[in-house]
């Protein structure tokens, strides 16, 4: 913060935020950008996430700045940036864990969501080795983290899982991802939005595989689980598709009518 001659400040800079409500700011910007996320718009996630980092920056914490590098990564991604977007994620992974200013469960729940978010990224690209090089990293500090004595839970640990079941699916290992998905209990984790994104995925992993009443059978129990979920862009897509099965899928036009699919 800029220094004044003399007793006072000029009124504006009394103004200013103070390291406190700058931090609160940037979390107000980060759960933002998150919304603007689901909604698709991208050019507010761009917005949203670097006044998140700037606010962030000025707040001085540790963790909220993680995550809004976080979403800095994640809107370079949705940019097509996708090698900026992974190199965001991986340095500000390294940058808090050397962070001692905060508890080291903390650190390493931070680092676990950006070390994955850059293997997500990295799959995008079709770099395999970087992929799992970085999502198996995710895992090594989710299992620390998990038997960290400060750890309440263990939803690092299931938040590698679900970014793995994506790598798998965005690499095309469809058969991998849903071998995966066999030892993910969702009833575990912890929202029904991530149950929801939980079956959302093996949706499009059995529709990769070719398999339309699994892919069906998945979209229902998202359905049921968070229906708010359908009407993402990527259920419509999946829906869409469906509907060529439609003889052999009972419903799957109420289904696509419902995710928001125009259906004649």
């Known amino acids: 913060m800029t220094r004044w001659p003399g007793t006072c400040r000029p009124q504006a800079q009394a103004l200013e935020p103070t390291e406190l409500s700058a931090t609160a700011v940037a979390d107000l910007y980060n759960i933002a950008t998150r919304l603007c996320i689901k909604l698709g718009e991208d050019g507010l996630v761009a917005i949203s996430a670097d006044r998140a980092l700037s606010s962030a920056r000025i707040g001085g914490d540790a963790l909220t700045i993680a995550e809004a590098h976080r979403m800095v990564s994640s809107a370079r991604r949705r940019q097509g940036h996708l090698a900026r977007a992974t190199d965001i994620a991986v340095r500000a992974a390294q940058d808090v864990r050397e962070d001692r200013s905060t508890p080291e469960a903390a650190r390493l729940s931070a680092s676990v969501s950006l070390l994955a ?14 992929a799992h090089a970085l999502i198996g990293e995710a895992a090594e500090a989710a299992e620390i983290g998990r038997t960290s004595p400060e750890a309440r839970t263990d939803t690092g640990t299931q938040q590698v899982l679900l970014h793995q079941l994506s790598v798998h699916y ?5 058969g991998q991802a849903i071998d995966l998905a066999r030892t993910i209990n969702p009833a575990a984790l912890p929202t029904a939005e991530r149950q929801g994104r939980f079956f959302t995925d093996v949706a499009r992993c059995f529709d990769q595989w070719g398999k339309p009443v699994q892919c069906y059978r998945a979209l ?7 229906p708010q979920e359908i009407r993402r862009g990527s259920v419509k897509n999946l829906a869409s598709g469906l509907l060529r099965h439609d003889r052999t899928l009972p419903g799957v036009r109420a289904f696509a009518g419902r995710a928001g699919v125009a259906v004649n």
């Open 117 to 130: 978010t850059a293997a997500y990224t990295a799959a995008k690209m079709a770099d395999r080795p970087t």
């Open 170 to 174: 965005l690499l095309g290992d469809a």
């Open 220 to 226: 229902l129990a998202a359905e049921r689980t968070a």
